[in-house]
């Protein structure tokens, strides 16, 4: 089975940009939707990003768009998700998911996500 794995969380300060990697172990996500996910501490898990499998189509939480960038390059399996201006709240484990089946207006829905990283911590704070 395909595995995902998350890179480049860590603590930066607010305000401050950081760029999360995920690795497909093999090509058979170059078809699915990939999708970014945040879970804060005592929250429940909630969309940021997600970009169709041609990067033709991406989507965004409110909360992130005009900082947040999200691509992908086929070729090496990877998708990643450049974010900006870093805010405290932000702080959260990020993660990198994928859709093999999902339609347009459904990128948000998390159940529609059938493969899942182990996560990256971002912090962010002083």
């Known amino acids: 089975q395909v595995q995902l794995v998350e890179s480049g969380g860590g603590l930066v300060q607010p305000g401050a940009s950081l760029t999360l990697s995920c690795v497909a172990s093999?090509?058979?996500?170059?078809?699915?939707?990939m999708g970014w996910f945040r879970q804060s501490s005592g929250k429940e898990r909630e969309f940021v990003s997600a970009i169709n499998y041609n990067g033709g189509r991406t989507e965004f939480a409110d909360s992130v768009k005009g900082r947040f960038t999200i691509s992908r390059d086929n070729a090496k399996n990877t998708v990643s998700l450049q974010m900006n201006t870093l805010k405290p709240e932000e702080t959260a484990i990020y993660y990198c998911a994928a859709a093999d089946k999902i339609r347009v207006g459904q990128y948000l829905r998390e159940y529609k996500y059938n493969y899942w990283g182990q996560g990256t911590q971002v912090t962010v704070g002083s």
């Open positions: 093999d090509d058979s996500l170059s078809r699915a939707t």
